[in-house]
């Protein structure tokens, strides 16, 4: 079956560098993938999209790596901050006719002052 | 910018109960569904909802849960008869296309307990 993973529950960086979050999934050629940002108690809310025939997406200090030989997407935030501390979602649409978002369980990031 | 809104944002009913949530999703967008999200839990599919029927519903989505747009602004999730793993948050999303590259936004959830 499909499966999407996101190797560490919990990250914890030093304010300023660069995080590196990994999200792999197997048994599957995904068109596009998906990272969320969630916040205890709220829904998730978009990021980027990676489409299977980019390597690579940016958005200010956002970018996002897509491998679809190594079935593997990293999510990198430099310079980061305090603010950026939260639960990082990675998610693929399983199929080309079907409507569902499938999620990993995500990973939490604390950046520590 | 526009978002989704959901009401109650917390809900508590006796097991066995109907809980009906509501969702009102951005104006322009045709696609709707529903999330949910046990606690500690990943964020799971419900069901998608297009031109006035379900357009694809997952495992979970058994008889006990329905869906209607009663009019032309709200989105609403039924569950008839509500037992104790029913507790959940529960996210209503909304997009504006199907197609490949759409963003879904999500609602702030809200959170359901069954006593």
């Known amino acids: 079956s499909q499966k999407i993973e996101q190797n560490s529950e919990a990250l914890n960086i030093q304010e300023g560098k660069t995080a590196t979050l990994t999200c792999n999934y197997t048994n599957y050629s995904p068109a596009y993938l998906q990272w969320y940002r969630q916040d205890p108690g709220r829904g998730p809310v978009f990021l980027l999209l990676i489409r299977e025939n980019e390597k690579e997406k940016r958005k200010e200090r956002l970018k996002v790596t897509f491998d679809t030989t190594l079935k593997q997407s990293l999510f990198h935030i430099t310079a980061s901050q305090p603010a950026d501390s939260a639960t990082y979602l990675c998610?693929?649409?399983f199929g080309a006719g079907s409507y569902q978002l499938t999620f990993g369980k995500g990973t939490k990031l604390s950046v520590i002052p | 910018e526009p978002e989704v809104t959901q009401t109650p944002s917390h809900q508590v009913t006796q097991m066995g109960q109907e809980v009906i949530l509501r969702c009102v999703p951005i104006s322009n967008h045709l696609y709707f569904y529903w999330y949910r999200q046990i606690l500690g839990q990943k964020v799971e599919f419900l069901v998608s909802?297009?031109?006035?029927?379900?357009?694809?519903k997952s495992e979970i989505f058994d008889d006990q849960f329905s869906v209607e747009r009663p009019d032309g602004s709200n989105f609403t999730l039924k569950i008839r008869s509500t037992k104790l793993e029913d507790s959940a948050m529960y996210f209503c999303?909304?997009?504006?296309?199907?197609?490949?590259?759409?963003?879904?936004?999500f609602g702030e959830g809200s959170w359901l307990t069954v006593v």
């Open positions: 999303a909304s997009s504006d296309s199907r197609g490949s590259g759409n963003t879904i936004y």
């Open positions: 909802f297009y031109n006035n029927e379900i357009s694809e």
């Open positions: 998610a693929l649409r």
